[in-house]
């Protein structure tokens, strides 16, 4: 069993940046590939990033390429999304994910975080 526990959200202006942060416990998820999931109200949950265990592939949503980090450091069992240039339209609760298997862009995560909000204001 994994333990997500996510950090770091808040309230920023248009074209601010913010971090969040999610820590594992329970065991290592070395072996996990990790994911930060987000859902705005009224709409459903959305992928924005996802890395594999070694950190060697990457995916992010074209919404958010080229301005959104995802990073990881095994030992401290911390998944990262750093966001820059943020724009309203990234106001959502931000959830962290993790699972077995290869496959990065996928809903199919088996432990999930409870979410941390993200508000970006005009």
């Known amino acids: 069993q994994v333990q997500l526990v996510e950090s770091g959200g808040g309230s920023v202006q248009a074209g601010g940046s913010l971090s969040v942060s999610c820590v594992a416990s329970?065991?290592?998820?070395?072996?996990?590939?990790l994911g930060w999931f987000r859902q705005a109200p009224g709409k459903a949950r959305e992928i924005v990033a996802a890395?594999?265990?070694?950190?060697?592939?990457?995916y992010y949503a074209d919404s958010v390429k080229g301005r959104f980090t995802i990073s990881r450091d095994n030992p401290k069992n911390t998944v990262y999304l750093q966001m820059n240039s943020l724009k309203p339209e990234d106001t959502a609760v931000y959830y962290c994910?993790?699972?077995?298997?290869?496959?990065?862009?996928?809903?199919?995560?088996?432990?999930w975080g409870q979410g941390t909000q993200v508000t970006v204001s005009s």
């Open positions: 994910a993790a699972r077995t298997g290869s496959s990065l862009v996928t809903y199919d995560y088996d432990y």
């Open positions: 329970g065991r290592s998820f070395g072996s996990y590939a």
């Open positions: 890395i594999n265990w070694l950190g060697g592939r990457i």
